[in-house]
Each structure stands twice: as structure tokens, then as C-alpha cells.
């Protein structure tokens, strides 16, 4: 049986976000992306794995090595879930700024 994993599983761990954002610049192969962290070379692949059921990243064969790059198309699912929560803190700071000002008038 196959897991379906989401997005956000991905993004929920710490060294999967640092990871994303090692890749997004360049594309990397598992032990370079490994140099980066304090564990071993196959938690990193684990972490990659997950990444990758996820469609986060691609991976891509040049010669004998394995490189992993981003899918940026796919950080767009997230922007696009967060942006209903970027409204909501937008309406709310607008009408905080409404608040202080009818305050700053009431003092003046």
C-alpha cells in the first residue's frame, strides 16, 4: 500500500524546510545536501524521499550522480492555502490602524 503524503507533511519538519530552501538555489545531490546537516547521509535521504512522494522535488540522473532540484510549481499550493489567512491579518491590522487612529484623535 502506497502513502499519500501532502504538502504540508513535507514542509512540517524542520529539515525538510532547510532542505527545500538549499535546493531551491541549485540543484544538489544527496550527499552535498547531507554536507549541510549534522545526521547521517541516510536520515537526509529519508527526509528526500518524503520530499519527493510529495512532488516537492525532482530528482534528475546526470552521469552516476542523483541530483534533487525544486518544484517550485508545487510551493504555489501552499501560497495559495495561505493567502485566506493573508486576508483575514490584513482586514485585522486595517482595522487595528482604524482603532489608533480614532484613539490618537480622541487623546488629541
Known sequence: MEIRRDIFQAIADPTRREIIALIAIQALTPNAIADNF???RQAVS?????????????QEQQGREIYYS??????KEIDSWLTQFRKIWEDRFNQLDQVLAT??????
Open 103 to 108: 484613539l490618537k484623535k480622541e487623546t488629541k
Open 46 to 58: 529519508k527526509h528526500l524521499r518524503v520530499l519527493t512522494e510529495c512532488d516537492l522535488v525532482k
Open 38 to 40: 549534522h545526521t547521517s
Open 70 to 75: 525544486l518544484q517550485i510549481d508545487k510551493m
